[in-house]
């Protein structure tokens, strides 16, 4: 009963014209999650893709290979505000699964009391929690093993441990056996990690399902208010040249499950019209803070990430976690030029760096570009979310003190390029411009938000466009809130429930 | 406008005691092939920075010489100095430039073995076509 896999067709091939249940638009942690549990009640299912289809087998190794075959865009999207933040996704099927560290949280009560109590959505966390059991199951979870650690993540559980953080942990991931090779980012050539191209995706195929990559979707189709199909055309992998036409109806229903960027961008260039759309965007902003050890600390042997912790998720808003990065990343992210340059990039294998994830408040909006409809995220951080950017700093720079630093490296401009251990306390009174700031913008939420009311809200609870018949959103776009932790499993938990709610 | 990029990327990142430089590392090839496969705003962007780069010494080091024909050490302050500016636009240009120099020089085989890592074998740039 193995279904059919669509690549990229040039123009002239000939067009495709399909028809399914259901049509699911993205292959990540959403779509991926919604087009398995459709397909596994024996509906018929295709996954459109916007990118290539790669295995492990064709995974680049290098980080401008990442940048060129992953990445949506090379990268390149950033947002628009007092300070340009790069926008990390992917393009590729299995979306930011395939990129990202595959760390696998839970939904805590207190995100679903929020959703209850100010978007009036309820009755989700026990359905949620049930997928995620699944899920969970399905995709093998667990702990960093002990060989793959590396030395960055056990000098940061030594760090964390000394300065007794109530959370200071070893992260739970979808792996299978993770051998710390630290490849998470260019996508693991070892099949260790459990990214949705290896499993979910497959599945559906094996269960007749149609897989259309490569395949940007362009707009939504509709009959009155209905959703009846998707269109748009192939995308070469390589070259984007513009292939043929592709255009898969749905009897049922649309799930649109394209990201955060993309979902409200599709959405608006296809008509649906709601006073929230693209708007209360949010976001985990993060900064690195590098720690200067005697002894090589080889940061890329081990697990890209495997630390974490959550003790400041509530006060002040903060997520820490060890994040490793290669030459070639660490090459740009140093300041300066020259033999400076050089002298700092010797040290490369003497440096651990961790991360912040920011809890943020502020909110921004997603628009689509004037040309060619690229999305255009309006965002920055308010004086309370500089004032937790800044202090998780701090808190990752007594981290590395305590795990046995001799200075650390900020990475703040017009502060000096290292501080000793006793100039840290300089960091609390670091500026709160942005623009001083190498940051990224890690995990998104929003754009689609559910909610009880369709004039602050998109979706329903059940990821259903107000106003609209077959069409559900299904990614991180639905979300109103910022979860301040790690949103995979969230995102796949909401996404198999309203997959689920689509066969009732 | 390569040779502008190519010499703005030689001075950022130059050969020294301690490690390899850009020009080290088949620089030309790589800026070939960036320049084939990145977009059109992307490369726009390395250009810019690259422009940027040449046409500010006056600002770093008060010399109303373009980058390229500055004396070796003048132009290592120049790049430097131009890296680290205050000017936040001027900055993330230079970024920009970085960025895909970063990107040759630090997958460099010998740049690699310095850092105990191993070499990486070249990106398959491959996909499931069936």
């Known amino acids: 009963m193995t279904g059919s896999h669509v690549p990229f067709r040039a123009q002239g091939e000939g067009e495709l014209d399909a028809e399914v249940d259901f049509v699911v638009v993205g292959s990540g942690a959403g779509g991926a999650t919604a087009a398995v549990t459709l397909a596994r009640s024996g509906a018929s299912v295709a996954i459109v893709e916007a990118g290539a289809w790669r295995d492990p087998e064709d995974y680049p190794l290098t980080a401008y290979g990442g940048m060129r075959d992953l990445m949506d865009d090379w990268g390149s999207l950033v947002t628009v505000g007092r300070a340009f933040w790069p926008i990390v996704q992917a393009r590729t099927m299995g979306g930011t699964t395939v990129i990202n560290s595959a760390i696998c949280v839970r939904t805590p009560d207190d995100i679903f009391a929020q959703w209850d109590s100010v978007h009036g959505i309820s009755g989700l966390r026990d359905r949620v929690r049930e997928a995620q059991d699944w899920i969970e199951k399905d995709l093998t979870v667990e702990e960093v093993p002990v060989t793959s650690r590396g030395r960055s993540n056990l000098l940061a559980k030594q760090g964390g441990d000394r300065l007794s953080w109530p959370s200071s942990h070893y992260m739970r991931r979808y792996t299978k056996g993770c051998e710390g090779a630290g490849q998470c980012l260019q996508g693991c050539g070892k099949r260790r990690k459990q990214s949705t191209n290896l499993n979910y995706v497959p599945e559906t195929l094996a269960r007749g399902g149609l897989i259309v990559s490569s395949a940007p979707v362009q707009r939504i189709l509709s009959e009155g208010s209905r959703a009846v199909g998707v269109t748009g055309r192939f995308s070469h992998p390589t070259t984007r040249a513009e292939g043929t036409r592709f255009r898969v109806r749905a009897r049922k229903a649309v799930v649109v499950a394209a990201s955060v960027t993309h979902s409200p961008v599709l959405l608006m260039r296809s008509g649906v019209k709601s006073p929230a759309l693209g708007k209360y965007f949010r976001a985990h902003p993060g900064t690195g803070v590098f720690g200067c050890y005697d002894d090589p600390v080889d940061m890329n042997i081990g697990a890209t990430q495997g630390w974490a912790s959550t003790a400041f998720r509530d006060t002040p808003g903060l997520k820490l976690e060890t994040l490793a990065i290669p030459p070639e990343l660490v090459a740009s992210r140093f300041a300066g030029g020259g033999t400076e340059l050089m002298q700092r990039l010797s040290e490369y294998r003497h440096v651990a760096m961790w991360c912040h994830a920011v809890r943020a408040e502020s909110t921004g909006t997603i628009r689509q570009s004037l040309f060619g409809g690229r999305p255009v995220v309006r965002y920055g951080l308010d004086r309370p979310d500089m004032e937790r950017f800044r202090q998780g700093m701090v808190l990752l720079a007594k981290q590395h003190v305590a795990a046995g630093a001799k200075a650390v490296i900020p990475g703040i401009s017009g502060m000096p390029f290292k501080l000793g251990k006793d100039e840290i306390h300089l960091l609390e009174d670091a500026p709160l411009d942005p623009q001083r700031y190498v940051a990224i913008l890690s995990h998104l939420f929003g754009g689609c938000v559910m909610g009880k009311d369709p004039k602050t809200s998109v979706v329903d609870g059940r990821g259903r466009v107000h106003g609209w018949d077959g069409l559900v959103v299904a990614d991180a776009s639905v979300i109103p809130t910022n979860l301040g932790l790690n949103p995979q499993h969230t995102i796949m938990g909401l996404a198999a429930t309203f997959a689920a709610d689509l066969l009732d | ?130």
Request: glycine content about 6%.
């Open chain 2, 1 to 130: 406008m390569t040779w502008l990029v190519r010499a703005a990327i030689v001075m950022l990142y130059p050969r020294t005691a301690l490690l390899p430089g850009a020009e080290d590392c088949d620089l030309d090839d790589f800026l070939e092939r960036f320049r084939r496969e990145t977009s059109a705003l992307m490369w726009l962007g390395v250009v810019a920075g690259a422009i940027v780069f040449h046409l500010s010494p006056l600002f770093t080091v008060f010399v109303p010489l373009p980058a390229f024909l500055l004396p070796s050490g003048l132009a290592d302050r120049h790049a430097n100095r131009i890296s680290t500016t205050n000017v936040y636009l001027v900055r993330q240009l230079v970024f920009v430039l970085k960025l895909p120099a970063g990107l040759a020089w630090g997958a460099n085989p010998e740049v690699r073995r310095r850092f105990s890592l191993a070499p990486l074998a070249a990106d398959p740039g491959t996909w499931r076509t069936k």
